[in-house]
């Protein structure tokens, strides 16, 4: 079965510290590939995604994510971040021609001001 | 623009009792919807989806089902909760257009005692 693997559970940084967070799955064929984002209060959010080109892909709020097919992994990153970017982040998967979105068990970043 | 309403926002339950949960999608047609169960620490579970009224696949075997009685309606219920019936549930759609984002609703937190 498919599966999506985030390591890390908890990540504390403070502000201006550079972010990755992995993410890494298990499946052979075409992916789709996503991160989510829930920040306190508010809606699951999309905060970036790839289908298909460049595999370095870029989100908003200066996120980007870089696709590596021959590692399965996604890791999500950002050079600076901020308080606000306090939150908790999903990887999520869709594979073939599948509709399931294949969700990571989540990260907590907690950002120090 | 589209919006996802889902109701209630909380919910508390005793153990035995019927459940329904409701979510509705606007400024759309023709969505594929999905209810997910968010547990703390295990990301998010897909337990239902579906692709037009009155087509519901189910994804884990459960105390829950789902109906889509309208094209924009997508309903959960249970007749008897269970205590591991709580956690965070979420509605969420797409346009299926291709391979496209889920767009997520605010959630029902529900706790069962």
């Known amino acids: 079965a498919q599966s999506v693997s985030q390591h890390n559970h908890h990540v504390i940084l403070s502000e201006a510290a550079s972010l990755e967070l992995g993410c890494n799955y298990s499946y052979g064929g075409t992916v789709n590939l996503f991160w989510y984002v829930q920040y306190p209060g508010q809606h699951l959010q999309l905060l970036l995604k790839y289908f298909s080109g460049d595999p370095l892909v870029k989100g908003i709020k200066g996120f980007e994510a870089e696709f590596i097919k021959s590692k399965f992994s996604f890791n999500l990153r950002k050079p600076s971040v901020q308080w606000s970017d306090t939150a908790e982040y999903f990887c999520a998967v869709t594979s073939g021609s599948s509709y399931k979105l294949i969700f990571g068990s989540g990260t907590r970043l907690l950002v120090r001001p | 623009s589209q919006t996802i309403h889902q109701w209630p926002a909380t919910l508390v339950q005793p153990v035995g009792s019927p459940l329904s949960l409701e979510c509705t999608v606007e400024g759309t047609s023709n969505p594929n919807l999905y209810w997910y169960r968010q547990a703390a620490g295990r990301g998010l579970q897909l337990l239902f989806y579906?692709?037009?009224?009155?087509?519901i696949s189910s994804e884990v075997p459960q105390n829950l089902s789902a109906s889509r009685p309208q094209d924009r309606q997508f309903i959960l219920s249970s007749k008897k909760l269970l205590l591991s019936d709580s956690g965070f549930y979420l509605c969420a759609w797409d346009p299926r257009q291709g391979w496209d984002t889920q767009y997520f609703g605010p959630g029902t937190r529900l706790t069962v005692l």
């Open positions: 579906s692709v037009g009224i009155g087509q």
